[in-house]
Every structure is written in structure tokens, then in C-alpha cells.
């Protein structure tokens, strides 16, 4: 049994007796001497497993040298191609030399010596040129699967390629697709994303916010009613289940929905079949169902939020979508995006954004993720006149959407000393004691005195390091580099 891990080298020649004189000198490399008679024998071989190295006779019948590693160059373009040629064909394998046919030849009669020497170089080439094509293989297959916009989304981050991936596989299906993420992350991105690619994308897409919708009205936005079933029902009305029919019912935040009417919806979901509220007549649609909640599944159950046995029926397939601040660079991704889009609307001219706003852009945590990026853009937009948007701009739009309570202000005439935080009760400075002799002041460094003020000041802000470094007058950016500056090299 040939050995699959060593190189293949293969003489083609129609004089026996030259091939054999080939295995002979070549038997002391380290690789696989095969040989074949006739260019088609040599193409058998190759079919069934390609070669490393291939040296062929110019002249031979049927199918010459040339004809021969034409083909060969098709069917393995990383086998590097040879000819074994008399003194008078050297200008025509000059030709095919300089065309990139064949990387070289070997004159008859060869020398010994310089056989071995080409064999080995044609083997070392051949290694170079297969790990090339692995890698232009590899680098194809990475930019046919990895994408910077997909359907709505912007970003490549590692955390959006698998949800990109879980949409494009679940979508074709008809099987219902449960999504969970916070909010603001893109939910219904995602299920717009999963009806535009699946089999009902020429049918409806009803979204229906569960949480905005008053529990009592909620049965008939599901439902619909006819006339006279409750006080108001002045006419027939659809719900979302027959406004969907043949298309896609996207259920956002489903865990505010009424324990009592998510039994209602289970039946309907098993069933397909449906009642309009004040109606004895029974409809049956066809539907994809796609749900949402920014809440954990199982806490939601446990705190009997979420009926179990609707929740198992909808999670059929579970999409996670990841907070901002999970997506790596694709934050600021996000904001170019942002700003060019409400730079047209707004009909304003932005160059981009400033040093000190995208750094504030990356550092800052984003608890209202996308939507909360969308809205100071937008905001910074319409506040800024460019022609880049400034990290102040940027500050003051966070300081806004803020509803934490101004700081309060300590001035001398108020107190003779600041607030002492639980960090300057553990540093050398005492109080005074008026009944015995005051011990000696000890110094502190400016860098403890840096320190205490900081802290104070995000402690006074409630931990809103963006509302501090704005009282501070300094940019976000610095406060999270101290902090980080602390934790690495904490000031004794």
C-alpha cells in the first residue's frame, strides 16, 4: 500500500526501458515513483489520485507531451508539470515554459545529479503552490460565508456571524424560531430577516407587540371579533392571526402576554385553528410563528410569566442575539452607518466622526444597545454642525437621555470638606481630635488626590461615568482609562 503521506511523482514515457531507468535512480527520494506508458494511462492515474510532480516525454503517440499536461493543468493545477525532451524541441518547451505550461524540463540524456537536484525543486514548488491554493480556498470560503450587511443587519463581528448563520438555516423552515436579547439589539430585524429568506416571504409579516398592547384588548388583536362582541365592537375586525395567513406573526416580548390567553394561543399554534372573540365559528390559516423576549426564558417561566409548554412550542429553533457591547468593532460600524443615514434626512454634510468620539463611541457600554446607538446619532445629527461630529456632542446627547438626578454641587461655603467616599476612609487622613494632641499630617500624593476626586465624582453621578467626566470636565475616554490604569496598577 502506497503511503498517502509522502509526495507522488510521475514518469510518462512510451520507451519502457527509460522509465524503468527513472524508478531506478529516483527509488532514494523520499516519495512515490509511479509511471505510465501513455498519456492516457498517466490521466488514469491522476483521475484517481492526484500527483505531486509529473514529467512527460514531448514526443509520444496519440497524445503528446503538450496535450497531455494541458490536461493536467486542468484537472490538478497544483501538480507542477515537466517534459523529458530531445536537444530539438528546446525552442517549442522554451515557448510553454514562458507561457506558465510547464515549470521545466529535462534534457535526454539527463545528468544523474541534476535530476535529483530538479525533482527536489519541483517538490519544494509544489508545496508553495498548494498551500497558496489552500489559502486562497480558505480566504474564499471565509468571504463566502462571512458578511458585513445581512438583511438588515450591519456589522461582521464573530458574535453576528453565528447569528447570521442560525437565520439563513432556520428561515427555509416552517418550524417556529424563538429569539432572546435584550433590548434594543434588532428582535425584529431578526424576524423580518427569517420571513424575507423563508418559503412565505410573499405572504404578510404581522408584528405585534405583546408589551404595548392592554391586556384586555389583547384577545382581538390576536383574534380580531365581530360586531357586538364587547362594548365598542361597533363592526367585524381582524386580528393578527388571519392578517397573517400564509405569511409570517412575529410575537415580540410574548412573556407579557396574559398567562390566561397564552393557553389560547398554544391551541392555536398545534392546531392552525382559531375563534374571532364573540364568534362561534372557527377559522384555520396558515402561519410561520416567530417570538421574542428580552427576558430569560426559564426566569420568566419560573416567575410564571412564560407558560412552559407554549414556550417549548415556540422555541422549536433559538436565535440569540448579542448586546452592542458584545459585537466588537461593529460599533462604530454602526455609527458611520447611523450618521450617513441621518445625514441625508436631516440634509447635512458630516465628514465622520472625531477621535475623541469614536473612542467615547467603542468605551461607552450602550445598555440600550442598537436602538439607544440609532437615537444619539440621530440626536447628535441634528445638534451638530459638523463637519465632524465631536465627542462633546456625544456627551451631551448621553447627559439627556439620562434620568439620573443632577449631582449635588459642594462648594467651600457649604462644606469646609467633601464627602468622604468608602475608597478616602481607608487613606492616611484623620479627623481632627480637639481633646488630645493632633498627630503629624501625612502627605498625599497627587495621584491619590486625582484618584479620590474621580471616585467621588462618579459615586456623586451614581456610577454614570459619562455624566462625571462631564461635571469633571474631561472627556469619558480618560475616566475609563484611569479606571482601567487602577486596576492594573492600583495606588497603594
Known sequence: MQNLNKPRILFVDDERAILHALERITKKLDAVILTASSGQAALDIINECPVDVIVSDFNMPNMDGNQLLQQVAK????????????????????NLINNGHIWGFLQKPWDNFDLIVKLKQALQLQQVLAERTLMRRTIDQYQKYHKSNFEGFIGDSVAMQFVYSCIEQSAPSNASVFITGPSGAGK???????????????????????????????????FGHIKGAFSGAVSNRDGAA???????????????????????????IQTGCFQKVGSGKEEKVDIRFISATNREPQMAINEKKLREDLFYRLNVISIDLPALNERDNDILKLAEHFLSHFSEIEGKVF?????????????????GNVRQLQNIVHSSTVMSEGPLISEKIIVQQLGRQSKQPEPKRYTQKESSNPPITQHNQNTNVHPVNHSSPSPSPSIITLAEVERQTIEQA?????DNIVKAASELGVSPSTLYRKIQQWQTSPVD
Open 75 to 94: 484537472i490538478s493545477p497544483e501538480t507542477v508539470r515537466m517534459v523529458l525532451t530531445a536537444h530539438g524541441d528546446m525552442e517549442m518547451i522554451v
Open 188 to 222: 425584529e430585524v431578526a424576524a423580518q430577516a427569517i420571513h424575507r429568506l423563508s418559503k412565505k416571504k410573499n405572504g404578510p409579516f404581522i408584528a405585534l407587540n405583546c408589551a404595548a398592547i392592554p391586556s384586555e384588548l389583547m384577545e382581538s388583536e390576536v
Open 242 to 268: 388571519s392578517l397573517a395567513n400564509g405569511g409570517s406573526l412575529f410575537l415580540d416580548e410574548i412573556g407579557e402576554m396574559d398567562i390566561g390567553l397564552q393557553a389560547k394561543l398554544l391551541r392555536f
Open 351 to 367: 465628514a465622520g466622526f472625531s477621535s475623541g468620539a469614536e473612542a467615547l463611541i467603542k468605551s461607552y457600554s450602550w445598555p
Open 458 to 462: 462618579i459615586e456623586l453621578c451614581q
